[in-house]
Nanobody, 119 residues
Framework: QVQVAESGGGSVQPGGSLRLSCKSP???????????MSWHRQAPGKERELVAT???????NYADSVKERFTISRDNARKMAYLQMVNLKPEDTAVYYCSRKEIGAPAYWGQGTRVTVSS
């Protein structure tokens, strides 16, 4: 069963914008609301890295490389998380993964959505 699924990736030019979405259709509402959500990315030949997190209480944190450019948000009623990305750079090229983590439970990962930034 798919617990987490990403969408919204694509190809853009440097300076462009994309909005990634993460849905958890099979997660009951109370579990989603009590989960921390995060976005990670993995560039070719590199390890997966944390991009942004939003806690169940709405507290956000970002990697230094994306601060002021990326915004993570969530809509508990829709069981969705988002990553708004602006001023994209070639070094943002990667497969982006969404993760849902509830306290005391394993993290669930999506299959990823590819973002390519090039001119």
């Amino acid at each position: 069963q798919v617990q987490v699924a990403e969408s919204g990736g694509g190809s853009v030019q440097p300076g462009g914008s994309l909005r990634l979405s993460c849905k958890s259709p099979r997660t009951i509402l109370s579990v989603f609301s009590s989960s921390d959500m995060s976005w990670h990315r993995q560039a070719p030949g590199k390890e997966r890295e944390l991009v942004a997190t939003i806690s169940r209480g709405g507290v956000t944190n970002y990697a230094d490389s994306v601060k002021e450019r990326f915004t993570i948000s969530r809509d508990n009623a829709r069981k969705m998380a988002y990553l708004q990305m602006v001023n994209l750079k070639p070094e943002d090229t990667a497969v982006y993964y969404c993760s849902r983590k509830e306290i005391g439970a394993p993290a669930y990962w999506g299959q990823g959505t590819r973002v390519t930034v090039s001119s």
